[in-house]
């Protein structure tokens, strides 16, 4: 029962212009939301967060957007970099914060 | 270090046989917890320790994994009689108690390859 969904596995952008990364979830009792970069052969790393009770947060470049009606989030890049090529997660813990779920994947490459 | 270290990087084993996976957190984590990554998959989550104690192990697929923290640092994840379905790469991570913000911090991983 997958509850956090990534369902583009791949993504090519030219450098300098827009990534956009999106990200579903079943489960409405979801109330915060990261996102990971991972590099090959490297552990993921945080990127960005938001809390359900909002529904923009904006960290430099990165940018994400929450819609709780929709059960949906997307991850902003822009301008995209070379160096921005990476896996990207997104997950969400549960409640408890016991567990972290996270979805499939979306492997970024940004071409020069 | 600093970060969290995992080791081994890399582990080849032939099924049937017993591994351990070790990992020892940044220094005042009092979270752990195990991730597995499948090819092509999300991190799945095995177990979660708040000190010494296991406050959720519902991710462990069977009774041939466990794990323990008995010290409140370092954990070894333990796979008996391996089979080739438990070849991923087994994450670490750590986060300061119940961290309002939810950040994980992952360690590089241990590839297991089960022949």
């Known amino acids: 029962d997958q509850q956090v969904k990534q369902n583009s596995p791949s993504l090519s952008v030219q450098e300098g212009r827009i990534s956009i990364l999106n990200c579903d979830y079943t489960?409405?009792?979801?109330?915060?939301f990261l996102w990971y970069k991972k590099y090959p052969a490297e552990g993921p790393t945080f990127l960005i967060s938001?809390?359900?009770?909002?529904d923009k947060n904006e960290d430099g470049r990165f940018t994400v957007f929450l819609n709780k009606s929709a059960k949906h989030l997307s991850l902003h890049i822009v301008p995209s970099q070379p160096g921005d090529s990476a896996v990207y997660f997104c997950a969400a813990p549960s409640s408890a914060r016991n567990q972290f779920y996270f979805g499939t994947g979306t492997s970024l490459t940004v071409i020069p | 270090g600093a970060g969290v270290s995992q080791t081994p990087s890399n582990k080849v084993t032939e099924k049937g046989k017993y591994v351990e996976l070790r990992c020892d957190p940044i220094?005042?984590?009092?979270?752990l917890y195990w991730y597995r990554q499948s090819l092509g998959q999300g991190p799945e989550f095995l177990i979660y320790f708040q000190g010494t104690g296991a406050a959720d192990d519902s991710g462990l697929p069977n009774d041939r994994f466990f794990a323990v923290r008995p010290e409140g640092s370092v954990s070894t994840l333990k796979i008996q009689r391996t089979e080739r379905g438990d070849s991923a790469v087994y994450l670490c991570?750590?986060?300061?108690?119940?961290?309002?913000?939810?950040?994980?911090?992952f360690g590089e991983g241990s590839r297991l390859t089960v022949l």
């Open positions: 489960n409405s009792m979801f109330d915060y």
């Open positions: 991570a750590s986060s300061p108690t119940h961290s309002n913000t939810g950040e994980l911090f």
């Open positions: 220094s005042g984590h009092t979270a």
């Open positions: 938001i809390s359900s009770i909002k």
